[in-house]
């Protein structure tokens, strides 16, 4: 299946005024976005998830690599059009209060987007009714203030306002941590019922693993602007090869408590800093597995097969310790009747 966003090399380094230096937020991403695909950004808060989602939008610039969408070099279509790609790419923001205007009323906030397309009165009125039924909220909502609305009522307005384009690709950035955990399993179930209604592919940001968990079909695991592991949603999940991404599905609280894992995998220490990256490995001064050879070069990305992928020589070591597996089944079992919205389709059922 051929991509519908690919990043290679994506880059993306922030100079720090008047010293000569650079935060490197984002070094070296790569990946792939199928049509109607959800892939999970996951890491841990400062890993340079939602500077992917930004040079992705155009919201930032990058500092080397390229961002290819359907199949033609996003970079240079913004250059010769800043105005060819409205509404293709669209997001949906964390904090949903913040996201819209409190002085304009709903209708005037979902069809906002619109209104850049140069699109008529009477087509936007009828795709704002589209959008409005797409979210499952009332039409009476479209002449209230966000302030009238619960969290969850405003970022299905988030949602609305974003797919009322009909993007091809949402990058959802930490949708749900705003919410409670009523309001997160309506959007989660939401979002899961949108895709298989339009095909939507999505670029799911969280540091939330058991969201994530169910919601996507890839994941890829970042750490300090890496990307250090990545793979099909079950593989990466019940049988990790990163000791960062064993440490994170380690460091999960389960609803259950009679939910036990096999092992735990701790990473002590601080997290380097992103201005003085460390030679080698950057989970080096972390890392229980770490060995000297960790420390002289960054390992290059390991083939397992099946899509899998991983930076870490010691993969093998981390296979045989850890033992999520039975246990991230078992909750998402849990979480699927609680849902009753079952997990992501196949992406087969998607085209």
Same mark, same amino acid.
């Given at each position: 299946?051929?991509? +519908?966003?690919?990043?290679?090399?994506?880059?993306?380094?922030?100079?720090?005024?008047?010293?000569?230096?650079?935060?490197?937020?984002?070094?070296?991403?790569?990946?792939?976005?199928?049509?109607?695909?959800?892939?999970?950004?996951?890491?841990?808060?400062?890993?340079?998830? %939602?500077?992917?989602?930004?040079?992705?939008?155009?919201?930032?610039?990058?500092?080397?690599?390229?961002?290819? !969408?359907?199949?033609?070099?996003?970079?240079?279509?913004? @250059?010769?059009?800043?105005?060819?790609?409205?509404?293709?790419?669209?997001?949906?923001?964390?904090?949903?209060?913040?996201?819209?205007?409190?002085?304009?009323?709903?209708? #005037?906030?979902?069809?906002?987007?619109?209104?850049?397309?140069?699109?008529?009165? /009477?087509?936007?009125?009828?795709?704002?009714?589209?959008?409005?039924?797409?979210?499952?909220?009332?039409?009476?909502?479209?002449?209230?203030?966000?302030?009238?609305?619960?969290?969850?009522?405003?970022?299905?307005?988030? &949602?609305? @306002?974003?797919?009322? %384009?009909?993007?091809?690709?949402?990058?959802?950035?930490?949708?749900?941590?705003?919410?409670?955990?009523?309001?997160?399993? =309506?959007?989660?179930?939401?979002?899961?019922?949108?895709?298989?209604?339009?095909? %939507?592919?999505?670029? !799911?940001?969280?540091?939330?693993?058991? %969201?994530?968990?169910?919601?996507?079909?890839?994941?890829?695991?970042?750490?300090?602007?890496?990307?250090?592991?990545?793979? =099909?949603?079950?593989?990466?999940?019940?049988?990790?090869?990163?000791?960062?991404?064993?440490?994170?599905?380690?460091?999960?609280?389960?609803?259950?408590?009679?939910?036990?894992?096999?092992?735990?995998?701790?990473?002590?220490?601080?997290?380097?800093?992103?201005?003085?990256?460390?030679?080698?490995?950057?989970?080096?001064?972390?890392?229980?597995?770490?060995?000297?050879?960790?420390?002289?070069?960054?390992?290059?990305? /390991?083939? +397992?097969?099946?899509?899998?992928?991983?930076?870490?020589?010691?993969?093998?070591?981390?296979?045989?310790? /850890?033992? #999520?597996?039975?246990? !991230?089944?078992? !909750?998402?079992?849990?979480? /699927?009747? &609680?849902?009753?919205?079952?997990?992501?389709?196949?992406?087969?059922?998607?085209?």
């Amino acid at each position: 299946m051929t991509p +519908l966003l690919r990043l290679r090399g994506l880059t993306k380094h922030f100079p720090i005024a008047g010293s000569g230096r650079v935060v490197q937020a984002v070094n070296g991403v790569s990946l792939d976005i199928a049509p109607g695909e959800t892939l999970g950004l996951v890491g841990e808060s400062g890993s340079g998830k %939602t500077t992917v989602g930004r040079c992705i939008l155009g919201l930032t610039g990058i500092s080397a690599g390229g961002i290819e !969408f359907e199949g033609a070099d996003l970079l240079e279509a913004r @250059r010769r059009d800043p105005r060819s790609l409205r509404g293709r790419i669209q997001i949906v923001f964390q904090e949903p209060a913040d996201a819209l205007d409190p002085r304009l009323r709903i209708a #005037a906030s979902v069809e906002e987007p619109l209104l850049a397309l140069g699109i008529g009165a /009477e087509e936007r009125r009828r795709r704002v009714a589209e959008a409005m039924d797409l979210v499952r909220l009332s039409p009476h909502l479209l002449r209230l203030y966000p302030m009238e609305l619960s969290a969850g009522q405003q970022q299905r307005v988030g &949602i609305a @306002r974003a797919m009322i %384009t009909r993007p091809k690709l949402l990058v959802l950035d930490e949708p749900t941590s705003a919410l409670d955990p009523t309001a997160r399993a =309506d959007i989660i179930a939401l979002l899961m019922q949108i895709q298989r209604e339009l095909n %939507t592919a999505y670029l !799911f940001i969280s540091h939330d693993l058991s %969201t994530v968990r169910f919601v996507s079909h890839r994941i890829a695991v970042m750490y300090l602007g890496m990307i250090v592991e990545q793979g =099909d949603a079950a593989t990466v999940f019940a049988e990790p090869r990163h000791p960062y991404s064993a440490g994170l599905l380690s460091s999960v609280l389960l609803p259950n408590p009679h939910l036990r894992r096999a092992t735990r995998i701790s990473l002590a220490g601080e997290i380097p800093s992103p201005i003085d990256l460390p030679p080698g490995c950057f989970l080096a001064s972390r890392c229980p597995f770490v060995v000297e050879a960790c420390r002289a070069a960054m390992p290059p990305a /390991e083939a +397992l097969g099946g899509g899998h992928l991983v930076h870490c020589i010691r993969h093998g070591e981390v296979a045989k310790a /850890e033992r #999520a597996a039975d246990t !991230f089944d078992r !909750f998402q079992q849990e979480a /699927e009747r &609680i849902l009753s919205v079952g997990a992501p389709a196949p992406l087969a059922q998607h085209g």
